[in-house]
Antibody, heavy 125, light 109 residues
Framework: QVHLVESGGGVVQPGRSLRLSCAAS????????IHWVRRSPGKGLEWVAV????????FYADSVKGRFTISRDNSKNTLYLQMNSLKVADTAMYYC??????????????????WGQGTQVTVSS | SYELTQPPSVSVSPGQTARITCSGY??????AYWYQQKPGQAPVLIIY???VRPSGIPERFSGSSSGTIVTLTISGVQAEDEADYYC????????????FGGGTKLTVL
């Protein structure tokens, strides 16, 4: 069974750092891109970052670019999110999600399935 | 910037049909995907590529597309369907292609 488990969340002061982890099992981890998505209190889902299956490319939302770094260790089936210079606005539940997309006729499609249960990050003084 | 627009809330009585729309200029060229999120739980994929239902998702959930609007339809709504629903799509022409709609809170009266 495909499973994603996040860890590393907690309470941190503004300006500090935190590293999240996402442990994957039940599928060939090195074959899939993996995303981070967050949901802030009272708000909707916000895509944060993605890393390609082999780690060759990554993309970030403008709101975290330059502060967050996504990485992966395929030998450990684990995804990471290094979060630096944290802001109060980064307070959210952070989810990792497998990219379940495919490519057909030269065009590629991307969606999220499954998702982990999430890890809570609270940035507060 | 690219946006997907959903109504903030939809309310229906049990057994009725709920329709949740999502609009975006790129939807005629890109598929839409739908997720259900119940309080305290992770989002779950319920529709992909506009209208395909993953295994394990009840048949009462269906998706359709027409131009710049995609619609999630829940036929014979049950109390357990009360949740937040999000559409998602991509626009490869922008710097961060993965976009979510603002979400719709479905209330079962």
């Amino acid at each position: 069974q495909v499973h994603l488990v996040e860890s590393g969340g907690g309470v941190v002061q503004p300006g500090r750092s935190l590293r999240l982890s996402c442990a994957a099992s039940g599928f060939n981890f090195s074959n899939h891109g993996i995303h981070w998505v967050r949901r802030s209190p009272g708000k909707g889902l916000e895509w944060v970052a993605v890393i390609f299956h082999d780690g060759s490319k990554n993309f970030y939302a403008d709101s975290v670019k330059g502060r967050f770094t996504i990485s992966r260790d395929n030998s450990k089936n684990t995804l990471y999110l290094q979060m630096n210079s944290l802001k109060v606005a980064d307070t959210a539940m952070y989810y990792c999600a497998r990219d379940a997309g495919d490519c057909v006729g030269g065009q590629c499609y991307s969606w999220f399935d499954p998702w982990g249960q999430g890890t809570q990050v609270t940035v507060s003084s | 910037s690219y946006e997907l627009t959903q109504p903030p809330s939809v309310s229906v009585s049990p057994g009725q049909t709920a329709r949740i729309t999502c609009s975006g200029y790129a939807l005629p060229k890109q598929y839409a995907y739908w997720y259900q999120q119940k309080p305290g739980q992770a989002p779950v994929l319920i529709i992909y590529k506009d209208s395909v239902r993953p295994s394990g998702i009840p048949e009462r959930f269906s998706g359709s597309s027409s131009g710049t609007i995609v619609t999630l339809t829940i036929s014979g709504v049950q109390a357990e369907d009360e949740a937040d629903y999000y559409c998602q799509s991509t626009d490869i022409t922008i710097s961060h292609p993965w976009i979510f709609g603002g979400g719709t809170k479905l209330t079962v009266l």
